[in-house]
């Protein structure tokens, strides 16, 4: 019954947060406050529900260390959506105009907090460490990671590539970013700096969400494998390869760090953690 209450409280408030942001989406300022505010009640709700059903201290979402956390988080995303712009802009593909909506990116700074830190709290948070209890790492990071890429076929401009361009990229990368950290706080830095890197910084299209423009004024065009097409860098090659690197680079991690899981028997789950020490 734990997964049954952790997913209706992080799906009941992902819901209604969403519908919070939306309904001042015309205002940069509100949209960047209410973004915030649903973001840090997420966090709030998600910690109470697993101290509830799981009888145990939320560590996963702790206060201390918190901040810095997510800082990295950040930094690496936005670094990493800046190296494959970079990468699409050396072949031509990709073109800076000049500056075009500060508001633009203020208002997407909350809209993509919200999303970075709904979605994490469910795939990572929910979804990854109860399967990870129960058929280890591998398996949650090839379940959850799957899962996360098809959530995305949803969007106005998705196709079966950017789906599966997605479950690798960030899937898995996300993932593995916890089983490394045993902190949702840098998965949800991390994810949140790249699409805000993505929307808010280059004014790219994010996961073909039909996103609004942010701080610069740009244009890309060009092949589909180089650029994503519709879909938006994350449909592209260097997308991919990045997401694949840090995936790898994090798993090493986790198995230095003895963060792996293995798959287990069933006398051995009864007594599976629920979250490893850091």
């Known amino acids: 019954m734990r997964f049954v209450w952790q997913l209706a409280a992080v799906v009941a ?18 949209s960047l406050a209410v973004g915030l505010l649903v973001s840090v009640l997420a966090v709030l709700v998600y910690g109470w ?10 560590t996963e979402v702790a206060r201390t260390g918190a901040g810095s956390a ?28 000049g500056l075009a909506s500060v508001q633009g990116a203020v208002g997407l700074f909350g809209l993509m907090a919200v999303a970075a830190v709904a979605e994490e709290l469910l795939f990572r948070g929910v ?7 129960y058929a280890g790492t591998w398996i949650a990071l090839t379940l959850t990671g799957t899962l996360f890429g098809l959530m995305h076929l949803l969007n106005p401009h998705a196709d ?5 361009a997605i479950a690798i990229e960030a899937g898995g990368m996300l993932g593995a970013a916890y089983a490394a950290t045993r902190t949702l706080w840098v998965p949800i830095g991390l994810h949140f700096g790249w699409n805000f890197a993505a929307a808010g910084i280059f004014s790219t299209e ?34 991919v390869l990045a997401g694949v690197l840090m995936t790898a680079a994090f798993l090493w991690l986790a198995h230095r760090r003895g963060n792996l899981v293995p798959r287990r028997g069933r006398a051995d789950k009864a007594a599976a953690p629920t979250t490893l020490p850091r």
């Open 206 to 239: 994010v996961s073909g969400n039909d996103t609004p423009q942010g701080l610069l004024d740009t244009m890309t065009s060009g092949p589909k494998l180089i650029t994503g097409g519709d879909f938006g860098p994350e449909g592209s090659v260097y997308a």
């Open 160 to 164: 079966l590539w950017g789906a599966i």
């Open 13 to 30: 408030v992902s819901f209604v947060g969403n519908q919070a942001v939306a309904a001042v989406q015309d205002d940069p300022w509100l």
């Open 70 to 97: 997510i800082g990295r988080g950040a930094l690496m995303g936005v670094a990493m959506f800046g190296a494959v712009i970079a990468n699409i802009a050396l072949l031509g593909h990709y073109e800076i105009d």
């Open 49 to 58: 529900v697993v101290r509830r059903t799981e009888h145990r201290p939320s």
């Open 127 to 133: 979804l990854f460490r109860i399967v990870e209890e």
